[in-house]
């Protein structure tokens, strides 16, 4: 196994008003993989992929542990540090491109503004632009000189990772990004991605509430629930061989795993944790069918396999 | 028995303003032919941009069409036909959290039909909490703001509004759109339920197909405001006929990472009704397309009992066993 390109660890970050988005999450990111996180809306996911390229939202405070980009903490670094680390070591995709870039400047203008750290003339930044354009599937000469507003989401989404790849990252990001668009643009993104993965060789790291794009991209995954990692499986035994109650109950109630027609859906009954105060035992244990009393402590961390970690005291080390 | 609503041959156009355009249309839907029988689920597919939420406001009456329109038997034609059709059928919005106005608490808001149709509901406060145990929310949900609804909360705030007036037509515009997959399907339960208990019939737009599958009797695929293929669910899923119904379930990643897809089962995305291609609308995405797609324009014909397609294709592969579970199979594995 190589060194990790990026390092998570022991990381906790609270919200005003205490809610403790992340808990302990310790995740690693191996050069040239694709790392799912999955999980529900509010077990913290997008927060995770901002704070490993350390772009909080304000008011986010890290209480405790540390993000590793590359083996330089990346909470101990200056803004100014850190923003010469982003875009040539770490990038990142949003879910709405029109967000992610600047309405009043055509894509060509910015795609040379985000080398600014690059060597080279402007002509030749214009040119690099291009080839990248070209990589992504858009026509380089009609990209360049449209605006954001004059391209449809799909060519959006495909200008703003051709932006992310300009620099050639080690590690890019990408936090929803298929779920603003329709099947046939998400299934085209899904395989621009892993050309792309395959040809500049950058980790991509991607999060997604869609169990089907996870399947489709990903090598490993790690699920995640109020705030914590509760299961990190290579895929195929995350699907094939779930091991935490969680994981398995969220694989059941998507409705593409049904073969069979049915009318009525498996759902998680009861909700989510109050983050604000988080039980001190296993936070789904009041969701699960297999509590029990030993639930109301702290799960363990188990490894039942070389590449696997459930935090779970259902599962047999 | 009469379908609740039928539909034949409606078109919607756009009129188009402007000094030089001034007179001509923009043709958005044309020759939508479609039953909802009672009781029954009728899902409307396709990309953005295909028209199908087009076509759920010309039903209502939102959208000026032509063609005709009949509900339960009778046409649909003056002012007070719409409003009849208004007051017997339902919307459920897209984004419910926003449908939702951010000044009326959950009690006004769901017993706000009575008001807007002059119904009589008694005490608003049994009606609201009547409606909320309906849907599965406690009675003190009443005096919630939506910004203090959580995203399935406001799904089902906006069905209970949707049921005020018990309704017979419960057209829903995404109704999971954002949701996650477990909140999806209790809304969606819910939905079966509600359908069990009051005799229902929805219209359920989507272009999520895993969902349409498990809710719709049948489904209608639409693609740039053309019917491309109807027919009972489990049949189109079983054996898609039309090649955009198979390239867009092809599309559909599987949870499964032994099913990933080496090629892509379509390319490009939908053109925009401003540059509608001639003939088949589809031929420019087509894998199959040939000389005469480009040249005629396909008309919608049965295919099977209970089908119809609008392809000039379908009978060289008509719903050909062998041909779909090869479409099926096409897709080698990666390691």
Do not use: W
Not at chain 1, 191 to 215: F, S, Y
Not at chain 2, 37 to 60: C, F, M, N, W, Y
Not at chain 2, 213 to 222: G, P, S, W
């Amino acid at each position: 196994m190589s060194e990790a390109v990026l390092n998570v660890e022991d990381l906790a970050l609270s919200y005003p008003g205490g809610v403790q988005a992340l808990r302990g999450v310790s995740l690693q990111v191996r050069p040239g993989e694709v790392l799912g996180i999955a999980g529900e809306s509010g077990c913290g996911k997008s927060t995770l992929a901002s704070a490993m390229i350390s772009l909080l939202s304000s008011g986010a405070e890290i209480t405790g542990g540390a993000v590793y980009l590359r083996g330089e903490n990346l909470m101990a670094l200056s803004e100014r540090d850190r923003r010469r680390l982003r875009g040539r070591e770490i990038a990142m995709v949003f879910q709405d491109p029109l967000t992610a870039f600047n309405p009043v400047l055509r894509i060509g203008e910015q795609l040379v503004d985000f080398q600014v750290n690059a060597e080279g003339s402007s002509r030749e930044k214009r040119r690099r632009a291009a080839a990248m354009l070209s990589k992504v599937g858009l026509e380089p000469d009609l990209a360049l000189s449209r605006f954001p507003h004059e391209l449809s989401g799909g060519m959006r989404q495909r200008a703003a990772i051709a932006a992310a790849l300009l620099m050639r990252p080690a590690v890019l990001i990408a936090d929803e990004p298929t779920t603003a668009l329709d099947v046939t643009m998400e299934a085209q993104i899904i395989h621009l991605l892993r050309e792309l993965q395959a040809e500049v060789g950058c980790a991509i790291v991607i999060v997604t509430h869609h169990l089907g794009v996870i399947a489709e991209l990903c090598d490993r995954v790690a699920v995640m629930y109020a705030g914590e990692v509760v299961e990190v499986a290579p895929v195929d035994d995350l699907y094939h061989d779930p091991l935490h109650p969680y994981t398995r109950a969220l694989l059941s109630c998507d409705p593409s795993a049904l073969v069979e027609h049915t009318g009525h859906l498996p759902t998680i009954g009861g909700r989510l944790p109050d983050l604000a105060d988080p039980p001190p035992g296993c936070a789904f244990a009041p969701r699960c069918p297999l509590a029990s009393e030993s639930c109301a402590t702290p799960p363990p961390r188990v490894r039942p396999a070389p590449a696997r970690e459930v935090l779970c005291h259902k599962v047999a080390p | 028995m009469t379908p609740l609503l039928h539909l034949q041959d409606l078109s919607v156009d756009l009129p188009l303003g402007g000094l030089f355009s001034r007179g001509k249309a923009l043709n958005i839907l044309a020759g939508i032919t479609l039953d909802l029988p009672r009781g029954q689920t009728l899902g409307l597919v396709g990309e953005s941009g295909s028209g199908k939420t087009t076509l759920a406001r010309a039903i209502l009456g939102l959208q000026p069409s032509s063609g005709t329109m009949l509900f339960d038997g009778k046409p649909l034609a003056s002012r007070s036909d719409y409003r009849a059709i208004r007051r017997r059928s339902a919307l459920m919005f897209q984004d419910a959290a926003a449908s939702l106005s951010p000044r009326m608490n959950v009690e006004q808001a769901i017993t706000e039909p009575f008001t807007i149709h002059r119904e009589p509901m008694g005490r608003r406060r049994d009606r609201a909490a009547e409606l909320l145990a309906e849907v599965g929310l406690p009675a003190a949900f009443a005096a919630r703001f939506p910004h203090e609804l959580s995203g399935g909360q406001a799904r089902r705030v906006g069905v209970a509004r949707a049921l005020a007036l018990k309704p017979e037509l419960v057209i829903a515009d995404e109704p999971t759109a954002g949701l996650d997959v477990s909140v999806q399907a209790d809304i969606l339960n819910l939905m079966a339920d509600l359908k069990e208990r009051h005799g229902l019939s929805y219209l359920v737009i989507t272009h999520n197909l895993a969902l349409i599958r498990h809710v719709a009797d049948r489904i209608a695929v639409l693609y740039l405001g053309r019917l491309v293929e109807t027919g009972p669910t489990a049949e189109i899923f079983a054996v898609p006929a039309h090649p955009y119904t198979q390239s867009l379930i092809a599309a559909e990643p599987k949870p499964d990472p032994r099913k990933r897809r080496a090629d892509l089962a379509i390319q490009g995305e939908i053109p925009g009704v401003l540059r509608r291609p001639r003939a088949c609308e589809f031929h420019t995405r087509c894998p199959l397309a040939q000389e005469i797609c480009r040249q005629d324009e396909p008309v919608l014909r049965t295919i099977a009992p209970g089908r119809q397609a609008r392809c000039h294709l379908i009978e060289e592969k008509t719903l050909n066993r062998e041909t779909t579970d090869e479409l099926d199979h096409q897709s080698p594995q990666l390691s």
